[in-house]
């Protein structure tokens, strides 16, 4: 009989916070480093799932750039609001749930602190579940390559609280294949920064997870083998840049320009111009400007849909105020060469792989599929 697989994807498990797992008593004998992709997770968790790069699936940040009339454009009226009162957390989750209610939307949407009167320009190119859905951006999954193949397969509700997602994969112990999402690290690191008593407290917890999901898939009578991934790690925050000024130089230039500003990125649409013209609106603030070909290089998407510039900040890093938050202690989104776009691998055997695009067929060629 064929093991059945665990699939434990953790977000921001980096090679800095992987080793809390394994002091927390987790038993994974193999640990690698892999590449990781330019973006958040949402670029990140796509390449995973379909080991496609960003630029052939598409996805790299929450929000992008749209094209005719956008899904999210009743979000303006958000605007009558006062300020304090439509960025509260509360407000914007309901909004966001009657968008998704009515568009049919079932995949991640929060609204951040994004301007009510940006919204018509905005799309948000993941509208259904990653998990369940048959494909992103064209791309198979690994989830539904298995289902399709008629193998068992059981994934958690990210929904719900971790806990609970726990008790969903323990009610399939005949799974083929099981993958367990955990997100509390990333919520828990992005607060504190760094590896502090909190992130230590849910290693434990996780590593008590896991254990559970291997025990459960075991009493079906089958070896298990586990592998246990992240997107990317964490930077300490050490410096925060104001963008209000760059936000003001690009309205006044150009009137009609598309913007969006990402915690580490500063993304822009002005129109035909000169590379100079757009540089010259960063001055003064550390970074590096990509174009088409600096996307096109680091495998992201290039064609302007998340904006035909980004200036991407240095590690560590951070936009304050930003659309998608304020102050926070961690963040990540760098460059693809820094320490925090790096993932980490754990696993009971040898796992040949190198970067995100390499762990989907891996599991495809365990399962017998490729
Ligand atoms: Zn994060």
């Known amino acids: 009989m064929k ?29 690698a480093t892999l590449r990781g992709v330019l973006g958040f997770s949402s670029g990140a968790i796509p390449t995973i799932l379909t080991g496609a790069p960003p630029a052939a699936h598409g996805r790299m940040c929450l929000f992008s750039k749209a094209e005719g009339t956008s899904p999210l454009a009743p979000l303006r009226w958000l605007g009558l609001l006062p300020r304090v009162l439509h960025e509260r957390e509360r407000v914007r989750r309901v909004a966001g749930k009657l968008l998704a209610r009515v568009y049919g939307f079932d995949g991640y949407l929060a609204l951040h602190r994004v301007p009510p009167e940006l919204f018509p320009s905005l799309d948000i190119p ?47 112990p005949e799974a083929d294949l099981a993958f367990l999402y ?7 690191l992005h607060r504190d920064g760094g590896l502090d008593a909190g992130a230590r407290d849910w290693s434990k917890q996780a590593a008590r997870w896991i254990h559970r999901a291997q025990r459960a898939l075991r009493s ?12 990317h790690g964490m930077a300490r925050i050490e410096h925060t840049v104001d963008p209000r000024g760059v936000l003001a130089k690009v309205r006044g230039r150009f009137p009609k320009a598309f913007v969006f500003v990402d ?12 590379p100079e013209a757009v540089r010259e609106l960063f001055q003064g603030i550390a970074g590096e400007l990509l174009d088409a070909g600096g996307l096109a290089e680091r495998g992201a998407p290039s064609d302007g849909r998340y904006g035909d510039y980004v200036w991407l900040l240095p590690e560590g890093s951070l936009f304050v105020p930003s659309f998608v938050g304020g102050a926070v202690r961690g963040m990540h989104g760098y460059d693809r060469a820094s320490r925090s776009a790096r993932a980490a691998l754990l696993s009971d055997g040898v796992v040949a792989a190198e970067c995100l695009e390499d762990l989907a067929p891996w599991v495809l060629r365990e399962l017998g599929l490729l």
């Open 3 to 31: 093991p059945a697989l665990l699939f434990v994807f953790v977000d921001a498990l980096g090679p800095e916070q992987a080793p809390m797992l394994l002091d927390a008593g987790l038993s994974l004998p193999h640990v």
């Open 220 to 231: 079906g009578g089958r070896e298990v083998r586990t592998v246990v991934v992240g997107d």
């Open 182 to 188: 955990l997100s509390g690290l990333d919520a828990i």
């Open 263 to 274: 915690a580490t990125m500063f993304r822009v649409s002005v129109g035909p111009c000169e």
């Open 126 to 172: 993941e509208k259904r579940d990653l998990f369940e859905g048959k494909e992103i951006g064209g791309v198979p999954t690994f989830l539904e390559r298995a289902r399709e193949a008629g193998l068992g397969v059981v994934t958690t509700d990210w929904r719900r609280p971790e806990e609970q997602r726990v008790q969903q994969l323990e009610a399939h």
